[in-house]
């Protein structure tokens, strides 16, 4: 007996062994391990070692070069995890982050400064000093203000310091706009840095560029900036009119007397402006203008949100825009909900195929009469090779509705150029044109073909209206790999059945794979699409048999074979419910 339970107290030892042993505090890995992984290991792994070489804070001295050499990483977690990392080592990382900043490189590899100076600011009086020295004696070049921007807010007391002098205030402004624009920045953060500059328009473009919020109040004063004679203020105004937009169209004498100026910025800007005048809101972002892509002001409207309250046809569009997601009645309840599902397998009939010109009555003065001074710099442009610009000018014509035969044989002569953007430009251009263009139709036609071009080239043929250029927009779209673009399936929108004859099957085949838009195309073919919207009802997703539902409803009489299937859906939500006996009383 007692050998037994020696026996039993061994086995009992034995095994409460293993979850001790395994229970045991795990060595810490050391700072070479850390660094090898830090240099070779997977992102989430590198990051977690820089997190943990900032952990140990001095200690971690050795790694200062591998950490640094992350500084120069894509990955913007990374770049933090081992600026703070930097920091937290402290003296023994300032030197070397010092000799970066001066050189811009470690071990021949490039190092970009910006997270070298956000290290440096961190790192005391030393740190600053460095950093500020640098700034006094390096030239003001691109790669200063790409620094300034880099150091995010920290930037700004920088830029608002070169921005007070003359050789280095057109930069730093449209650095400042570009800081500005990477999110919501205000009024109040930046008057401890204007407190003092003593030029009050200077205070004024500043504060434009930062809280990127000029006002209609502001055109006059704006005018009197482009119109005078210090560059900083006439590009930043010039910017402002473009935010503006048709706000602002009394400057606009002003703004075409610029696009001649003698900086290539500013005359893009000046360009990218007019298009401006005949928006409701800013111009349309362009990669040659600093800070336009910024986000458009909330719209007035609505008390709550400051946006404006959307038209039925434009929830109809939204309901159906992101095809193959669910799109349903979730969230929408009472008539609205009905209403909007009532309208959506036929939303090609509430929205334009081509976006519509503009109405030149409407327009200022000055943006018509500047047709010829536009017409001038798009070829101009173009045949230096300047595109950028020349593609400004052009949209600027679109724009204004330009449809004069000037207008026409630039845009027909660009149709061939190897530049894509001004193909696309030329393509925006003979879509205001429309049918005018109908010499240039086999050539638009070729354009469908490429990926860049094919949805305004549809645009262009759509416009054109004979039968060869609707034929020849369904056989791209029959051609095109996946889910084709919903602007050509808008230019597409309104063709009749025989035009959309050819792409019976390829519709079929969409709305099959979940692309519930293709629903609006299949109704145009009536009775031959029953099945398809048929064999939908039995869908385990409520979104595709609301979708199929409905369509039967719009088909009428013609869907009658496939009422017993309609009258077995047992839908679970009441507006579902609601939906499916509407279209059963509509098909009855």
């Known amino acids: 007996m007692r050998s037994a339970l020696l026996v039993v107290l061994a086995l009992s030892l034995s095994l409460l062994s293993a979850p001790l042993a395994s229970a045991a505090p795990q060595k810490k890995p050391s700072v070479d391990q850390l660094v090898e992984t830090l240099e070779g290991g997977a992102l989430d792994e590198r990051i977690a070692s820089a997190q943990a070489l900032g952990a140990l804070g001095r200690k971690a001295a050795s790694a200062t070069p591998a950490l640094i050499r992350c500084l120069a990483a894509p990955e913007a977690p990374l770049v933090d995890a081992s600026v703070t990392a930097l920091v937290s080592i402290g003296g023994k990382a300032r030197d070397p982050l010092v000799g970066v900043l001066e050189s811009g490189a470690l071990d021949g590899a490039e190092i970009p400064r910006g997270p070298v100076g956000r290290a440096l600011l961190q790192m005391g009086k030393k740190g600053v000093r460095a950093v500020e020295a640098y700034v006094d004696a390096a030239p003001p070049d691109a790669e200063l203000y790409r620094l300034f921007e880099e150091l995010g807010e920290a930037g700004a007391g920088y830029l608002v310091e070169a921005a007070k002098r003359p050789d280095r205030a057109v930069e730093a402004l449209r650095s400042l706009r570009r800081l500005g624009a990477r999110e919501a920045r205000s009024a109040e953060a930046l008057q401890p840095l204007t407190r003092k500059v ?5 205070v004024r473009a500043i504060g434009y560029a ?7 109040e502001d055109v006059e004063r704006l005018r009197g900036w482009i119109e005078g004679d210090r560059p900083e203020l006439v590009d930043t105004a010039l910017w ?17 007397a610029r696009v001649g100026d003698e900086d290539p910025t500013t005359r893009a800007t000046a360009l990218w402006a007019l298009t401006g005048l005949v928006a409701d809101g800013p111009a349309a972002p362009n990669p040659a203008v600093p800070a336009s892509a910024r986000p458009a002001p909330a719209e007035k409207g609505d008390k709550n949100t400051g946006k404006r309250k959307r038209t039925v046809e434009e929830e109809v569009f939204t309901l159906w825009r992101d095809a193959a997601k669910p799109l349903g009645y979730r969230g929408r309840v009472g008539d609205r909900a009905r209403e909007l599902w009532a309208l959506a397998p036929t939303w090609t009939g509430q929205i334009e195929s081509v976006p519509q010109p503009p109405d030149r009555k409407l327009l200022p003065k000055a943006l018509l009469d500047a047709e010829p001074k536009l017409l001038e710099v798009a070829r101009t442009r173009a045949g230096d090779g300047s595109s950028a610009e020349a593609a400004l000018a052009s949209r600027a014509l679109t724009a204004s509705g330009a449809t004069s035969e000037a207008a026409l044989e630039l845009w027909a002569t660009w149709l061939a150029s190897d530049d894509v953007s001004l193909r696309l430009e030329a393509l925006l251009g003979l879509r205001v044109i429309g049918r005018g263009a109908i010499a240039h139709e086999e050539t638009v036609v070729a354009l469908l073909d490429d990926d860049v071009t094919r949805t305004a080239a549809a645009q262009v043929l759509t416009a054109i209206g004979t039968p060869t250029s609707w034929s020849a927009v369904v056989s791209a779209f029959i051609a095109a790999d996946g889910k084709p673009p919903l602007a050509l399936l808008s230019a597409m929108g309104r063709y009749d059945a025989g035009a959309l004859a050819p792409a019976h099957d390829r519709f079929r085949e969409l709305y099959h794979q979940g692309h519930y838009v293709m629903a609006a195309f299949l109704l145009r073919f009536g009775d031959a699409a029953v099945d398809d919207f048929a064999h939908e009802l039995t869908s385990g997703l409520a979104d595709r048999r609301l979708v199929a539902a409905e369509s039967l409803g719009h088909l009428g009489a013609a869907a009658k074979p496939a009422l017993p299937k309609l009258q077995k859906l047992n839908e679970r939500h009441p507006i579902a419910q609601q939906l499916v006996r509407d279209a059963i009383a509509r098909i009855k």
């Open 198 to 202: 003593d030029d009050e328009d200077l």
């Open 210 to 216: 930062w809280t990127q919020a000029p006002t209609r």
């Open 240 to 256: 402002c009119v473009g935010i503006l937009g048709r706000d602002a169209t009394v400057a606009a004498a002003a703004v075409l």
